[in-house]
């Protein structure tokens, strides 16, 4: 089967860093991406690896080891408007993405 | 920016009915896709659409699905007759490419069958 695995929820607090995880194992790979969303929202597009290594974008990283299968999304100096959900997703193959479910991250003060 | 625009925003229906959903995607775009959303769920693939045709489709966009660029602009998704459990949110996405290029989602259409 196909599966992504990302921690359901983390809380981090304004300013801070947190780091999401996300493992796969999916029968084809061609990339993998990180999308946010906001309540009620449509998936919005952060970041996308194909290669092993580092993305920078502003505030946010992301990185791709694809040996071990893992990658993981990186927001620096955290902001309340961080509230939201982000799912990492697969490019698989034939033109589909494969989500994960989606973590929740809760900004604080 | 160019974006990927979907119309109705909110869609109820009676179970049985036809709705259609329709989207415009970003104008240079080549490949379509849609995705649902099952309230509190994770985005859940149903199909691509390239060069007039589906490229792939999932176990969920059965014989009650099916799609169409009747124009140069709109992709529509169609089922035919609803059921209950085909409540959810429905993305349209486009990208330039296929594998290797960023997919782009619209705001989505929320369909509510009763």
């Known amino acids: 089967g196909q599966s992504l695995e990302q921690p359901s929820e983390v809380t981090a607090v304004e300013g801070a860093i947190v780091q999401i995880n996300c493992t796969y194992q999916?029968?084809?790979?061609?990339?993998l991406s990180w999308y946010q969303q906001h309540d009620g929202g449509a998936p919005t597009f952060l970041s996308y690896?194909?290669?092993?290594g580092l993305e920078e974008t502003g505030r946010f990283s992301s990185f791709l080891s694809r040996s071990d299968s893992y990658g993981y999304l990186l927001l620096q100096e955290l902001q309340m408007k961080d509230s939201a959900s982000y799912f990492c997703?697969?490019?698989?193959?034939?033109?589909?993405?494969?989500f994960g479910a989606g973590t929740r991250l809760a900004v604080h003060p | 920016e160019p974006e990927v625009t979907q119309t109705p925003s909110h869609q109820v229906t009676q179970m049985g009915q036809e709705v259609i959903l329709r989207c415009v995607p970003i104008?240079?775009?080549?490949?379509f896709y849609w995705y649902r959303q099952i309230l509190g769920q994770k985005v859940e693939f149903l199909v691509s659409?390239?060069?007039?045709?589906?490229?792939?489709k999932s176990e969920i966009f059965d014989d009650q699905f099916s799609v169409e660029r009747p124009d140069g602009s709109n992709f529509t998704l169609k089922i035919r007759s609803t059921k209950l459990e085909d409540s959810a949110m429905y993305f349209c996405?486009?990208?330039?490419?296929?594998?290797?290029?960023?997919?782009?989602f619209g705001p989505g259409t929320r369909l509510t069958v009763l």
């Open positions: 996405a486009s990208s330039r490419g296929g594998d290797t290029d960023t997919q782009y």
């Open positions: 104008s240079n775009h080549l490949y």
């Open positions: 997703a697969v490019t698989g193959g034939y033109n589909k993405l494969i």
């Open positions: 690896n194909a290669l092993d």
């Open positions: 659409f390239y060069n007039n045709e589906i490229s792939e």
């Open positions: 999916t029968s084809g790979f061609y990339g």
